[in-house]
């Protein structure tokens, strides 16, 4: 976790909210060395239609791959006989 001041908060508020918007950094700002508050991503609400899209992908993709899997090889030994 780190830390800033209030003044540099002042000065660099949008690259540090950008740090914790993407990075999902926590950072305690503080004044005079004592912790005054604390700056932590806000989880954002699941999107149900984008999880939707993206297990009917997984599906396709499993399904593609069925089609050009060996007959009685199962992922575990394919695994091991690539590793070999």
């Known amino acids: 976790m780190s830390s800033i001041g209030v003044r540099e908060l002042k000065a660099h508020a949008s690259q540090i909210l950008r ?3 993407e990075e999902g950094e926590v950072i305690d700002v503080t004044r005079r ?3 005054i508050a604390r700056l932590v991503p806000v989880e954002r609400p699941v999107d149900r239609v ?3 899209r993206v297990w009917e992908e997984r599906d396709r993709l499993a399904e593609e791959i069925a089609k050009h899997w060996p007959a009685g090889l199962s992922a575990a ?3 091991a006989e690539d590793r070999e």
């Open 19 to 21: 740090r914790v918007e």
């Open 33 to 35: 060395g004592a912790v």
């Open 50 to 52: 984008q999880v939707s």
């Open 77 to 79: 030994d394919a695994i």
